[in-house]
């Protein structure tokens, strides 16, 4: 199997890391087609597909007859305090949205039993959505919560806040415990962040507590590499 990376996505990071590193500035033309395509050695048919996904993406915007410009100067970053997405996005200027794709009643089973401390046979809600900062995918989400502990949970929450939810519930949150690892997502995950399956991505696994130690859900977060980063704070 060939697992080269295409030449495109190659030259997609390369101006990606130039426009976070301050090389490409906002504002200011990227070298023309031409240009680029003497620079990475390749056809412009090949520069122009890295640039409509860097068009896509955000980070530059194409004007016939001009040329491209960069538009974005750095990912968003995933706070370290314990904020919903919807807060992280409203405090840097985005407004988020979700697009919930399944929302199920199943029984725990024995791995998620264990994960939300529950018994194996009781019942959990599973659902998967898709969380937008304005027009850009940036997390796929994977939720377990117990229906006992949730028993009004709905469509209408999960388009919003569970943060929120839980606290016009009484529910008071207090810490997460996260493990964090690079994968590869599948490609159903792959095609809802708009990235190759190629293309490494982190993979969150947080577990959500309430102050009397009861979970309040389990989630697998994946964090579109380029436009949504974590931002780790470690104190002695």
């Known amino acids: 199997m060939d697992n080269k990376v295409p030449k495109y996505e190659i030259i997609e990071n390369d101006i990606i890391d130039k426009i976070n590193n301050g090389i490409y500035t906002p504002n200011a033309p990227l070298p023309t087609e031409a240009e680029l395509a003497k620079a990475y050695d390749c056809s412009r ?3 122009r597909q890295a640039l409509s996904n860097l ?3 955000g980070f530059i915007t194409k004007t016939q007859g001009s040329g491209s410009f960069v538009k974005k100067t750095k990912a968003m970053f995933k706070s370290p305090e314990i904020k919903s997405f ?6 840097m200027g985005k407004k988020p949205h979700s697009v919930v794709y399944s929302f199920n009643v199943t029984d725990a089973g024995s791995t998620i039993a264990k994960l939300l401390n529950i018994d194996p046979k009781d019942k959990i809600y599973y659902f ?3 969380r937008f900062a304005d ?3 940036v997390l796929f989400e994977k939720t377990f919560m117990a229906v ?4 009004e949970l709905s469509m209408k929450v999960l388009l919003g806040s569970k943060y929120q939810y839980a606290q016009s519930h ?5 810490y997460a415990s996260q493990n964090i690892a690079p994968i590869f997502p599948p490609e ?3 095609n809802e962040l708009k990235v190759s399956v190629k293309t490494p991505i982190l993979r969150v696994s947080n577990t959500t507590y309430l102050t009397d130690g009861t979970v309040f859900d389990y989630s697998e977060l994946y964090m579109h590499p380029e436009l949504y980063q974590l931002n780790i704070i470690k104190k002695r």
Request: charged share 30%.
């Open 45 to 47: 048919v090949t520069v």
């Open 55 to 57: 068009a896509y993406k």
């Open 86 to 91: 919807s807060e992280d996005m409203l405090e």
């Open 128 to 130: 998967e959505r898709t």
């Open 135 to 137: 027009d850009n995918a």
């Open 148 to 151: 006992d502990l949730h028993p």
């Open 170 to 174: 009484g529910l008071i949150i207090d």
């Open 188 to 190: 159903y995950i792959a």
